[in-house]
Antibody
Framework: QVQLQESGPGLVKPSQTLSLTCTVAGGSISSGGYYWHWIRQPAGKGLEWIGRIYSSGISNYNPSYRSRVTISVDTSKNQFSLKLYSVTAADTAVYYC?????????????WGQGTMVTVSS | EIVLTQSPGILSLSPGERATLSCRASQSVSSSYIAWYQQKPGQAPRLLIYGAFNRATGIPDRFTGSGSGTDFTLTISRLEPEDVAVYHCQQYGMAPIFTFGPGTKVDIK
């Protein structure tokens, strides 16, 4: 059974770069033709899709973040990563990594448990 | 960009009652691109319904999705205490972009 696990600093200073990693356990990130996503949820608010990456490295981003986000994949480590630049307090949220379905790329079939990131000096 | 609106914001019902949750899109959306997720307190969301009316694996049949065009509905036929959660609708757009509604919180009286 594939499992996703987010990791990274829980506290980031304003104007710095938020960096998170999602480790895929129980399966290869390169097999199956999946998209790997980052989604966030500010406290008490709804979910926001940040972007996705295919195992080949092709990525797509939410236009709201496009100018300050990079998602990358490291197949040798079975991980994919998120970098969000020039963060502000508005970027404080729980960040989730997720994967689509084997037969349906428009849904989020599997989720990590989420990691809380606070932006504060 | 398509905006999703969910109503009501909070739904408080007694066990055994029927819960009807609405998700309205600002433009017509293909039913294939509508999904619903259940998020219990302190947990990650879990896929409930995809393609507007298909239950995900392991989802009880008291959960039913329906709708078309701009109006979609999630119905819980007989509310159980374990159904206390926030329910999110989600749509896929061709940019590609994925958007979510603000969620409906379901409480038990």
């Amino acid at each position: 059974q594939v499992q996703l696990q987010e990791s990274g600093p829980g506290l980031v200073k304003p104007s710095q770069t938020l960096s998170l990693t999602c480790t895929v356990a129980g399966g290869s990130i390169s097999s199956g033709g999946y998209y790997w996503h980052w989604i966030r949820q500010p406290a008490g608010k709804g979910l926001e899709w940040i972007g996705r990456i295919y195992s080949s490295g092709i990525s797509n981003y939410n236009p709201s973040y496009r100018s300050r986000v990079t998602i990358s994949v490291d197949t040798s480590k079975n991980q994919f990563s998120l970098k969000l630049y020039s963060v502000t307090a508005a970027d404080t949220a729980v960040y989730y990594c997720a994967r689509d379905s084997p037969t349906n790329p428009v849904i989020f079939h599997m989720w990590g448990q989420g990691t809380m990131v606070t932006v504060s000096s | 960009e398509i905006v999703l609106t969910q109503s009501p914001g909070i739904l408080s019902l007694s066990p055994g009652e029927r819960a009807t949750l609405s998700c309205r899109a600002s433009q017509s959306v293909s039913s294939s691109y509508i999904a619903w997720y259940q998020q219990k307190p302190g947990q990650a969301p879990r896929l409930l319904i995809y393609g507007a009316f298909n239950r995900a694996t392991g989802i009880p049949d008291r959960f039913t999705g329906s709708g078309s065009g701009t109006d979609f509905t999630l119905t819980i036929s007989r509310l159980e205490p374990e159904d206390v959660a926030v329910y999110h609708c989600q749509q896929y757009g061709m940019a590609p972009i994925f958007t979510f509604g603000p969620g409906t919180k379901v409480d038990i009286k």
